[in-house]
């Protein structure tokens, strides 16, 4: 696992950019894993300086993200659908049907994320996944458990969760309960893992990953399995 410890989320952000692009330079029909929440937005936006700057260029690019919220509709402003057009997409020169999220609004959920699974396949893989970290550890919305489930699922959000993601809605009652994601199988395939990790509330779950233990009650903890991952963090998260 390499690891980059940087000064603050500003120079965490350029990092994770530049890894990232260094990705679509050297394969410019790679097929990024894509996360939301707040921590890769600022990522998000110097990826999006690069390309208007034209030094990356998104024209063959093909994303997958990692969840979405259920149920919701793509129009919902909590949709994750409508935060990677707002934070990304609507920002660079990608082709929109190149890019790819779980329907929150799916009638049978399972042929939904099935067939996602399927669909990342015969794309040839994720060439590398882009993850933010839970307050708990979790990744996507695979959240700490005794087990955790390998394929993409509809899932439960846990407690903790839903009152950490309450702050981007208008309440917690408000936050979908439930959530479709990407099981740990499709995270792990990918070629390359980058995650991302700010602020002095994540330190215990970074100290965790960073133990080379592996636990279901951290979800991160098993990236200690996969043979290329880069951690890039600030000084408030590794120092706590
Ligand atoms: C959400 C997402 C995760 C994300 C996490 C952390 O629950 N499903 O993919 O990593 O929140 O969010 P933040 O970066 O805002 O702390």
Redesign the pocket.
């Known amino acids: 696992m390499k690891l980059y410890i940087c000064k603050d989320y500003d120079a965490m952000s350029a990092k994770a950019a530049d890894v990232v692009a260094s990705v679509i330079t050297l394969k410019p029909d790679c097929i990024l894993g894509l996360?939301?929440?707040?921590?890769?937005v600022g990522m998000y936006q110097k990826l999006a300086e690069m390309n208007k700057a034209g030094k990356l260029d998104f024209a063959e690019v093909k994303t997958y993200n990692?969840?979405e919220y259920y149920p919701i509709k793509p129009t919902n402003d909590q949709s994750y659908r409508y935060f990677m057009d707002k934070n990304l997409f609507d920002n660079i020169n990608i082709d929109k049907a190149n890019t790819h999220l779980l329907n929150g609004e799916a009638v049978d959920t399972d042929a939904e994320c099935a067939a996602y699974d399927k669909a990342i396949e015969a794309a040839g893989g994720i060439d590398i996944q882009v993850?933010?970290?839970?307050?708990n550890g979790?990744?996507?919305?695979n959240e700490p458990d005794s087990e955790l489930v390998a394929a993409t699922h509809k899932t439960g959000l846990t407690e903790s969760?839903i009152q950490?993601?309450s702050r981007f809605f208008a309440s917690a009652d408000e936050v979908p309960r439930h959530?479709l994601t990407m099981g740990m199988a499709p995270i792990m395939k990918a070629r390359k893992i980058i995650i991302l990790i700010s602020g002095k509330n994540k330190h215990e779950v970074l100290m965790g990953l960073l133990s080379g233990k592996i636990t279901t009650q951290n979800p991160a903890t098993m990236l200690n399995m996969h043979p290329d991952v880069t951690v890039v963090c600030d000084e408030d998260a590794y120092n706590g």
Do not use: E, K, R, V
Not at 35 to 40: E, L, V
Not at 138 to 141: D, L, N, Q
């Open positions: 996360a939301t929440g707040s921590t890769p990692l969840d993850l933010g970290i839970g307050n979790h990744i996507g919305f969760t950490a993601n959530a």
